[in-house]
């Protein structure tokens, strides 16, 4: 059984590096503490420049309520447009609230758009709850009837809109694909420019055992990542799974397959270190972007739609959010799991059959 | 005046090594200068101080009357440095490279062409070439063009023809020789007797300490032990009987043809190796000595010809091969990272073999190697020779029919080599035929047959007394002189 | 002088030799123009909505006619009860679920949306726009997009990018990102790799000063940067439609402080590191890793804890990136980048400074 001595080199030359067993030890460690603070996407700390040109008691009324909302940060009062204007140009400001003549203007810096509309869509709430008396008294009637018949919502799994639930999933599949990805890449390169790699090839090692032994490492390697990444979610932030902990195991290592059989495929086509970093870093950057990690995927337009077909990382984060979000089971999960099986089946074959011994 | 004058320099690295101690002599001008002594002897470090590159931590030194610690923009303007490990451009070709370093020492290639004809010569014809294309001797042919291509007025060479043949080794020397004629100061470091022996005077160095400086035959004669060990009593040189049975070939080539594109790098070999025996497989650099072992070790594929290894196939059935050979490679391929015992392990575990007889085996190998002590040293921490025997060890650890070595003692002391060949003749005796490569020719007397490869074909074949005859030389280095200066084709 | 050229020609000899890594240079800044000009969007859109069609009559039928044939939510599926509803959105089959109640005496029907809030920022969205398209009088039934549903009885002005199109937003951060990745990482491997290699040694000991070597090192990666800078500009104007509303001299001219600032960090890290691979991770984890975490490019800084953001205050890109913003999208004038550009500056002075200081003209 050669594996069984392959797999102890493989472990043998990790451990003595100087820094990959700080880096596996770590890595999770620091990427779950900080992370989850730095993901929020939450649209928080608005700047707010008032230009009251009314000045009437209702438009006061309308200022304090702005200064009072928690979302809202009270920037001052502003004398013209303009000035308010500048403050937003100069990055002081995000918002300009203009009340003039029983009308509201609301000019948003919409630079960053996601941050410029959720802004001024509750701006508005706020003028329309606080609404001046003019707007008041347009139509009291409808505003009767719309509020009776207004859709009550209901908000589900994430009760209470946390964004770190939401990406602490999306941190399992980032800490798994770079420390499953970028260090099989390393590997074989590093073989290669070492030369032990000729010293492996004229021996009777099969192209198999080789690349299991490479492989299985890592495996494991995610196995403690995802366990110490779940016991961090829970201390650190109380979060825990909905769904079952198995299979956030199962789906955590059919990733894995995929990124180390890829990282090991890269790895054999590149004759350098640097090559083999940029190029896996080429292909992790478009997975990320399109999987679904950040924006939906449905807003894709349908080519970018396409790809996610054969997106490992989208039916992962797809899969992880479904159990450990929404508490979903096997059944909820299948085909994404069918289909990272798949996909990492044949990557694993393409890695064994782009490692040549003999040429 | 003196050109180098070195003054009780001492050198140590951390708390526990301690590199040069108490270092001092002087050059004179124009002089050719050795350093000699072991691996490990702080013969770089030297050198580094003497280029300003390093500090030393105490003493004094003047090249060409500057002082290395103060006047560090004087010495690099008048000074050039081939250091060990000098590694060319591989993304640039011949030309290119050449092109730069040129530039970089203030002159064109046209300007210092005749210093360096003697070596460029050879390797312009393949100036397009990436220098990572080339052969290993080849790029240090080129490194030496590199490093000559100006006229500095010191000139320091740190074992400058590691892997490069006799004969390009002796038109390196007399290029030296007429640098030397024009007032250029050498320094320079050689683990080969003959190139010592160039020198006017020479120093040697050993574990830090200046032992002896003076004319190379005095030195050589005073420390003998280290430098020419006895010779190796071969066992009764097995003339090869008629009666020998086809079966009894391990290796078999016939009309063996690799070619690159158009370039036939091996071009139509034919040989066979018997059982037990030591076959030394010469050839100038670039003669297709590696391609040739690559094909009959399953690492390529041959364009054309067939060829057995232990009755397998080298087109079909090179997995075959690959259970019954060991191979020991140009490059040291020992894992760096792991230590002795672990390497042994790996590699024993590879070929299949069971754990108790591995754990005994191996035991018995320290033991025979004196290496008990070192088995859990990691093997980067050993000297190049050890390294070496340990490479060589592992390789037949498995007990194979033929072990194949490329060049497996480049750049080793006269002593250790002298070892490594004990542990050969072991081993052939010991029934495994050994396959072996090398520069050195007081080895090729230690084979029992040798071929020499000139232009990737084989031009002599026989023991070495018998080529000796045929060509009326006295000794082996004289032998490949003769065959290699008929080339055509330079050497790639 | 003829040194200098000399050596830029080699620099320049071994980027263009390394064909994949040309490739990946110059295909990056195209690949990730491209994504986020066109694929990645927070728009609402093809939002998978269930109906549950328990209470269901003409009315709640043309309400839901109208969601249906807006681009915003498409119906999927439709579900007996609201269970049945949730156990679809939680297998990832929909996003959404819209119910309806009998309402109050005389009103109109009561709805209730059901939404998947694993992303609160998208689930807030969906819900706003599926209320207002509800919401919206049976009288009107010619179907008009929802155009309002951020503003109701309030003027809403979205300033300097109406369409809300986030590429926008990214065009600057993804210039941030290459430019330091191609001066800094790029610039520290090619010196590391000579002193792995041991050209170095004679590189130190030629009659070149060593601050002519490293000079001449960085200008080809320089030219490159600009290369991806003009390649990064042309795309956002002509391929995305992006406006270059500011002075075109002023972007360049941040860019080339940024850039400088970039290859200042990149010899330091020359000089820390001994080999390739511990300067591509040193670049990997002190650079690439904090630009997009860190400095406001796809997360916003405003919503860290404050620790982090101060710890984002350091980040050279940070400044640069909402310069280019500024400059790029909103056409302010210089003035109103002066801070991050005094910030950028000194960044640059200093760790220029550092550099050359810690530059070894020896070795260890």
């Not at chain 1, 003549?101 to 709430?125: F, P």
């Not at chain 2, 001008?29 to 050198?47: M, R, W, Y």
């Not at chain 2, 010495?75 to 490990?85: D, E, K």
């Not at chain 2, 575990?349 to 190998?365: N, P, Q, S, V």
């Amino acid at each position: 059984m050669t594996l069984k001595y392959l797999i102890q080199k493989e472990f043998l030359q990790i451990r003595r590096n100087a820094f990959l067993p700080r880096l596996i030890l770590l890595f999770p460690v620091v990427i779950m503490c900080v992370m989850p603070w730095v993901m929020n996407m939450e649209v928080k700390n608005i700047r707010v420049d008032v230009v009251d040109n009314d000045r009437s008691t209702a438009s006061q009324r309308l200022v304090r309520a702005v200064e009072a909302s928690s979302y809202f940060i009270f920037n001052g009062q502003k004398g013209s447009y303009a000035e308010a204007l500048r403050d937003v140009e100069s990055g002081r400001a995000d918002i300009i609230l203009e009340i003039s003549d029983h009308r509201c203007l609301i000019a948003a810096n919409a630079v960053n758009g996601t941050k410029g509309s959720m802004g001024s869509a509750y701006l508005s709430q706020i003028v329309q709850a606080h609404g001046l008396a003019g707007v008041e008294a347009a139509a009291p009637e409808s505003a009767h009837m719309s509020a009776a018949s207004a859709p009550s919502v209901l908000t589900l799994y994430n009760k209470h809109q946390n964004y770190k639930l939401y990406m602490i999933p999306a941190l399992f599949a980032i800490v798994m694909m770079l420390l499953t990805g970028f260090l099989p890449t390393l590997n074989i390169v590093g073989e290669k420019e070492a030369g032990t790699i000729e010293q492996i090839n004229v021996t009777p090692v099969s192209k198999w055992a080789f690349i299991l032994a490479k492989l299985i490492p890592y495996w494991i390697i995610a196995l403690f990542v995802v366990t110490a990444s779940l016991l961090l979610a829970w201390a650190v932030y109380g979060i825990t799974s909905a769904g079952p902990i198995w299979l956030i195991y199962v789906l955590a290592m059919l990733l894995a397959l995929f990124f180390s059989s890829f990282g090991l495929v890269v790895s054999n086509y590149s004759q350098t270190m640097q090559q083999a970093i940029f190029v896996m870093w080429f292909f992790v950057v478009c997975l990320l972007l399109l999987s679904g990690l950040f924006t939906p995927v449905r807003s894709m337009p349908a080519w970018a739609y396409l790809t996610t077909y054969v997106n490992p990382m989208h039916y992962f984060i797809d899969a992880v959010r479904t159990v450990f979000v929404r508490g979903g089971g096997f059944a909820s999960v299948a085909h994404q799991a069918c289909a990272l099986l798949a996909i990492g089946c044949a990557m694993a074959v393409w890695a064994v059959q782009s490692y040549k011994k003999n040429s | 005046m003196n050109a180098i004058e070195v003054n009780h320099i001492s050198k140590s690295y951390g708390k526990r090594v301690k590199a040069l101690t108490d270092v001092s002599f002087t050059v004179g001008k124009g002089e050719v200068f050795g350093i000699i002594g072991p691996d490990g002897a702080g013969k770089t470090s030297l050198f580094r101080i003497l280029c300003t590159l390093l500090l030393p931590d105490s003493g004094t030194a003047l090249v060409d009357g500057f002082d290395v610690v103060g006047q560090m923009r004087e010495i690099r303007r008048r000074v050039g440095y081939m250091p060990g490990r000098f590694s060319l451009y591989q993304d640039l070709t011949v030309a290119e490279n050449l092109q730069f370093f040129a530039t970089l020492f203030g002159t064109t290639v046209d300007e210092g062409y005749e210093s360096i004809k003697a070596i460029y010569s050879q390797i312009e014809r393949f100036s397009d070439r990436k220098a990572g294309a080339l052969s290993g001797g080849m790029k240090q042919k080129l490194a030496l063009s590199c490093a000559l291509v100006h006229s500095p007025s010191v000139l320091f060479l740190d074992e400058p023809t590691t892997g490069v043949d006799p004969v390009s080794r002796k038109e390196l020397w007399e290029m030296l020789l007429s640098l030397k004629e024009r007032g250029i100061t050498i320094v320079a470091s050689t683990p080969y007797l003959d190139e010592v022996r160039c020198c006017d005077r020479v120093a040697f160095l050993s574990e830090g300490v200046v032992k002896g400086i003076g004319k190379p035959d005095e030195i050589l004669e005073q420390f003998k032990d280290v430098f020419n060990p006895a010779g190796i009593d071969k066992v009764a040189e097995s003339e090869p009987s008629a009666n020998d049975s086809e079966s009894d070939n391990v290796i078999e080539v016939s009309h063996l043809v690799k070619a690159f594109g158009t370039f036939r790098a091996v071009d139509d070999i034919s040989f066979t190796v018997k059982r037990g025996e030591i076959f030394g497989f010469l050839g100038a650099n670039g003669a297709g000595k590696t391609t040739a072992m690559h094909m009959l070790t399953g690492l390529n594929q041959p364009t054309s010809g067939t060829g057995r290894v232990c009755g397998f196939d080298i087109r079909t059935e090179y997995e075959q091969i690959k259970r019954h050979i060991g191979y020991m490679s140009q490059r040291f391929s020992l894992y760096e990272d792991l230590t002795v015992a672990e390497n042994i392990r790996l590699f024993a575990g590879i070929y299949g073999m069971k754990d108790a007889e591995i754990r005994t085996k191996t035991e018995r190998l320290l033991q025979r190697l004196d290496f008990a002590t070192h088995a859990d040293d990691l093997v980067a921490s050993l000297p190049l020779g050890w390294k070496q025997k340990l490479a060589f060890s592992v390789s037949i650890f498995h007990e194979p029919g033929v072990v194949f070595l490329d060049e497996p003692t480049g750049g080793v002391d006269p002593a250790t080599r002298r070892q490594f060949w004990e542990l050969i003749y072991d081993a052939a005796q010991r029934g495994i035929t050994v396959f072996v490569t090398t520069h050195y020719m007081d080895e090729a007397e230690y084979c029992d047959r040798i071929s020499i490869m000139v232009d990737g074909k084989i031009s002599a074949l026989g023991t070495p007394s018998e080529l000796k005859r045929r060509y009326d030389q006295p000794d082996m280095d004289h032998v490949f002189t003769y065959l290699a200066r008929q080339a055509t084709r330079s050497s790639d | 002088m003829k040194q200098f050229f000399s050596f830029v020609i080699k620099e320049a000899r071994h980027i263009l030799r390394d064909r994949r890594t040309m490739l990946i240079l110059f295909g990056m800044p195209i690949m990730l123009m491209l994504l986020f000009g066109f694929a990645i969007t927070t728009d609402v859109k093809n939002v998978r909505t269930v109906v549950v069609t328990s209470q269901m009559n003409a009315r709640t039928q043309a309400a839901v006619e109208r969601l249906a044939q807006s681009e915003y939510f498409t119906i999927v599926a439709t579900a007996a009860t609201s269970r049945e509803a949730e156990l679809l959105i939680r297998s990832q089959k929909a996003d959404m679920s819209i119910a309806a109640t009998a309402g109050v005496k005389g009103g109109g029907p009561r709805w209730q949306i059901m939404v998947d809030g694993s992303d609160p920022n998208m689930a807030q969205q969906w819900a706003t726009y599926a209320q207002a398209i509800l919401a919206q009088p049976v009288a009107s039934e010619a179907v008009s997009s929802p155009s309002s549903p951020l503003s109701g009885g309030v003027l809403v002005k979205l300033l300097y990018n109406p369409q809300m199109r986030s590429a926008y937003n990214f065009v600057p951060a993804i210039m941030g990102m290459l430019l330091m990745l191609v001066c800094a990482m790029m610039t520290s491997i090619s010196i590391v790799r000579e002193k792995e290699r041991g050209t170095m040694e004679v590189l130190l000991v030629s009659p070149a000063r060593p601050l002519m070597v490293v000079v001449a090192k960085a200008v080809p990666y320089l030219m490159l940067a600009f290369g991806i800078l003009v390649v990064i500009l042309l795309m956002a104007r002509y391929v995305l439609a992006v406006p270059l509303a500011g002075s075109l001299v002023w972007i360049v001219g941040v860019s080339l402080i940024y850039i400088l600032l970039a290859l200042a960090l990149g010899l330091l890290i020359s000089s820390v590191a001994q080999t390739q691979l511990v300067a591509l991770l040193m670049s990997a984890m002190v650079l690439l890793l904090p630009v997009v975490m860190l400095s406001g490019m796809l997360f916003p800084v405003e919503s860290m804890p404050t620790v982090l953001q101060w710890v984002s205050a350091l980040m050279p890109p940070r400044y640069y990136i909402s310069a280019m913003r500024k400059l790029m999208i909103m056409g302010t004038g210089l003035r109103e980048v002066a801070t991050e550009v005094a910030v950028l500056t000194s960044m640059t002075v200093f760790f220029l400074t550092v550099a050359l200081v810690k530059f070894k003209t020896r070795l260890e």
